[in-house]
């Protein structure tokens, strides 16, 4: 899936097919029983290129941001998610706050 809006850095929208497999993949390695994420489906959109977080969207439209850990995980904590109903919330309260070097 491809989210059609403008990517302010660090984010950045992940294109490339190979890509959003592998990081697919190594999300649904780190779930353990449990997770907020376990046996959802997602679809990854974006990525920060200055850390392991990545953006993915759920099934029902919302929005995840996990912290890979590149870790097979057994605590629920990890990998740490943040939902976001729509696109629009993700981008006030994430993407415009690292942009504008008030992230995290």
């Not at 953006?55 to 990998?79: I, K, Y």
């Not at 309260?93 to 942009?99: A, D, K, L, Q, Y």
């Given at each position: 899936?491809?989210?059609?809006?403008?990517?302010?850095?660090?984010?950045?929208?992940?294109?490339?097919?190979?890509?959003r497999?592998?990081?697919?993949a190594?999300?649904?390695?780190?779930?353990?029983?449990?997770?907020?994420?376990?046996?959802?489906v997602?679809?990854?959109?974006?990525?920060?290129?200055?850390r392991?977080?990545?953006?993915?969207?759920?099934?029902?439209?919302?929005?995840?941001?996990?912290?890979?850990?590149?870790?097979r995980?057994?605590?629920?904590?990890?990998?740490?998610?943040?939902?976001?109903?729509?696109?629009?919330?993700?981008?006030?309260?994430?993407?415009?706050?690292?942009?504008?070097?008030?992230?995290?």
């Amino acid at each position: 899936m491809t989210i059609e809006a403008e990517w302010l850095a660090p984010w950045e929208p992940v294109d490339d097919p190979a890509s959003r497999t592998l990081f697919e993949a190594e999300l649904k390695r780190e779930l353990c029983a449990g997770h907020v994420l376990f046996g959802a489906v997602v679809s990854l959109v974006g990525r920060h290129r200055g850390r392991d977080d990545f953006l993915f969207q759920l099934e029902d439209g919302g929005f995840a941001q996990v912290h890979l850990t590149w870790s097979r995980e057994t605590n629920l904590l990890w990998p740490a998610t943040d939902f976001y109903e729509t696109w629009d919330e993700w981008v006030g309260e994430s993407m415009i706050p690292e942009h504008e070097g008030r992230g995290d």
